[in-house]
């Protein structure tokens, strides 16, 4: 069983839609909680990171993070066509420590 | 604003050959880690490096190996290359004391023939 699971969806929304997106995860240590955006033949991009429970938010993005169910959300208000991209879940014991990435899910805005 | 650069872009070699990628970190990140991501897969995190010393060992190979310069590149060396090996190699960088903050170069795709 991988550390992280993400629904690798393909996850197809009309332009204006609020999207979820979601990661569960197995190690109660993790204290860091990233969200990446990563377009096709590019590198991913951070986007929001997020310590310990709780929500943040930042624009049209809001992270959430709920460790006593081991579920972290990202949604995406408004969505616009140029959101289209694959969405990583990331997480970390700590400073110093390895990411654990999830599959990632493939996000489609559709105009 | 710099971002991190990776060179090559593309590779591609034969089986048994070797290849040397390189990392160049955004200006005055400390930090540098090396991930792979096979096609439709997850990056997975190979090794990284604070202040030329390593500070974190995922699952590398024990055909790879890498450094951390003075300057703060890094390069992955890579030898007796196998078909499995084609991915997507990434790099990033932070500075440590912000470790959570990791920016991702745009990744050299490696193809093993």
């Known amino acids: 069983q991988k550390e992280v699971e993400q629904d690798p969806g393909p996850l197809s929304v009309p332009e204006g839609a609020i999207v979820s997106l979601n990661c569960t995860y197995s190690?109660?240590?993790?204290?860091?909680f990233m969200w990446y955006r990563q377009y096709s033949r590019k590198g991913p991009e951070l986007l929001m990171y997020?310590?310990?429970?709780g929500n943040k938010e930042d624009g049209r993005f809001t992270a959430q993070v709920d460790k006593s169910s081991k579920y972290i959300s990202l949604f995406i208000r408004d969505s616009q066509p140029s959101d289209s991209a694959t969405y990583l879940c990331a997480m970390s014991l700590g400073t110093g420590n390895q990411f654990y990435f999830g599959t990632g899910t493939s996000l489609t805005v559709i105009p | 604003a710099a971002g991190v650069i990776q060179s090559p872009r593309h590779l591609i070699k034969e089986k048994r050959e070797t290849a040397t990628l390189k990392c160049y970190p955004i200006p005055r990140h400390d930090t540098v880690y090396w991930y792979q991501q096979g096609p439709g897969q997850d990056p997975q995190f190979l090794i990284s490096f604070y202040e030329k010393m390593q500070s974190d060992k995922g699952s590398i190979p024990d055909r790879f190996s890498a450094q951390q310069f003075s300057d703060y590149h890094s390069e992955l060396n890579m030898s007796s290359l196998e078909l499995g090996d084609s991915a997507l190699y990434f790099c990033?960088?932070?500075?440590?004391?912000?470790?959570?903050?990791?920016?991702f170069g745009p990744g050299t795709r490696l193809t093993v023939l």
């Open positions: 997020t310590y310990s429970s």
């Open positions: 990033a960088s932070s500075l440590l004391s912000n470790y959570n903050e990791q920016f």
């Open positions: 190690n109660s240590a993790f204290q860091y």
